[in-house]
């Protein structure tokens, strides 16, 4: 199985501070790559697919770059109602692994 | 408004068996592929099964294969995971999960969830 390795497991940042968070497949994934968002007690929701495809709706201070094992979610301006946890996910090949999550605090 | 709700869930006693539902509504259900994923309480996201549109071909994490078993019915828009020989470790909010398109196998919308427990 790829194993899926997220960085840094928790953070903390203040309002307008730009964001990073990054994710190591454990074998080549090409850009198989997709990012969630999960708020306390909610279903997570994509944000971006495909390591730089924004997901519609979703707002443009998030972005995602990468290819091959290394990839990174960027929140340009962090926003207070970005906290949440992040989940990195490859779609490469079954079975589909998640990375352990990144929990966001805002300062 | 497309949508995915998830039922069945509940207490169940180690070694017992549950049957979960996801009604879709609101998009073409045969045309997508479709999920199941878990999350343990306090613990992140695992991807627990996976069918095709046409229900051909089915995919599990090895940490259910034998167990639990996915299918679908398109005529009903509803997808089902028989779960049997139930273990303390499978707790978790179980959440059923639509493929974003047939290029690409992120999950684009999901359910609610619904818990199971499994204790004696």
């Known amino acids: 199985d790829i194993q899926m390795t997220q960085s840094p497991s928790s953070l903390s940042a203040s309002v307008g501070d730009r964001v990073t968070i990054t994710c190591r497949a454990s074998?080549?994934?090409?850009?198989?790559l997709n990012w969630y968002q999960q708020k306390p007690g909610k279903a997570p929701k994509l944000l971006i697919y495909a390591a730089s495809s924004l997901q519609g709706g979703v707002p443009s201070r998030f972005s995602g770059s990468g290819s091959g094992t290394d990839f990174t979610l960027t929140i340009s301006s962090l926003q207070p109602e970005d906290s949440a946890s992040y989940y990195c996910?490859?779609?490469?090949?079954?079975?589909?692994?998640f990375g352990q999550g990144t929990k966001l605090e805002i300062k | 408004e497309v949508q995915l709700l998830e039922s069945g869930g509940g207490l169940v006693q180690p070694g017992g068996s549950l049957r979960l539902s996801c009604a879709a509504s609101?998009?073409?259900?045969?045309?997508?592929?479709m999920s199941w994923v878990r999350q343990a309480p306090g613990k992140g996201l695992e991807w627990v099964s996976g069918m095709s549109d046409s229900g051909g071909a089915t995919y599990y994490a090895d940490s259910v294969k034998g167990r639990f078993t996915m299918s679908r019915d398109n005529s009903k828009n509803t997808l089902y995971l028989e779960m049997n020989s139930l273990r303390a470790e499978d707790t978790a909010v179980y959440y059923c999960?639509?493929?974003?398109?047939?290029?690409?196998?992120?999950?684009?919308?999901w359910g609610q969830g619904t818990r199971v427990t499994v204790s004696s």
């Open positions: 996910q490859q779609s490469y090949t079954s079975p589909y692994t």
């Open positions: 609101g998009f073409t259900f045969s045309n997508y592929a």
């Open positions: 074998q080549t994934i090409s850009n198989y």
């Open positions: 999960a639509k493929r974003l398109s047939m290029r690409h196998d992120a999950f684009d919308i």
